[in-house]
């Protein structure tokens, strides 16, 4: 079981970014996927959730608006499209599988948001 982030880097504020999560040993289109991120010092927190076959999304509610959660089940990837960044989006951000009592996360990507 693998999910590998990607898509991280430095922005500028007000800039996007469009993070991909890649998954494989497991049948991606039946699992639930989020993102989260974990700010330094800060505890993790969910961003973003989408449903195996993505008729329900949910966000961290500051975030509406700004940041669209989706998913590919052919390409077994899920996508965190982030705009009009802020300097408090600076974090690392994880996907994470999820079905009944199976759990996976990815290693996080670093995003960083600064001028």
């Known amino acids: 079981v693998q999910l590998v982030e990607s898509g991280g880097g430095l922005v500028q504020p007000g800039g996007s970014l469009r993070l991909s999560c890649a998954a494989s040993?497991?049948?991606?289109?039946?699992?639930?996927m989020s993102w989260y991120r974990q700010a330094p010092g800060k505890e993790r927190e969910l961003v973003a959730s989408?449903?195996?076959?993505?008729?329900?999304?949910d966000y961290k509610d500051s975030l509406k608006g700004r940041f669209t959660i989706s998913r590919d089940n052919a390409k077994s990837t899920v996508y965190l499209q982030m705009n009009s960044l802020k300097p408090e989006d600076t974090a690392v951000y994880f996907c994470?599988?999820?079905?009944?009592?199976?759990?996976?996360w990815g290693q996080g990507t670093q995003v960083t948001v600064s001028s």
């Open positions: 994470k599988g999820i079905k009944g009592g199976y759990e996976y």
């Open positions: 989408i449903s195996s076959a993505g008729r329900t999304i």
């Open positions: 040993g497991f049948t991606f289109s039946t699992y639930a």
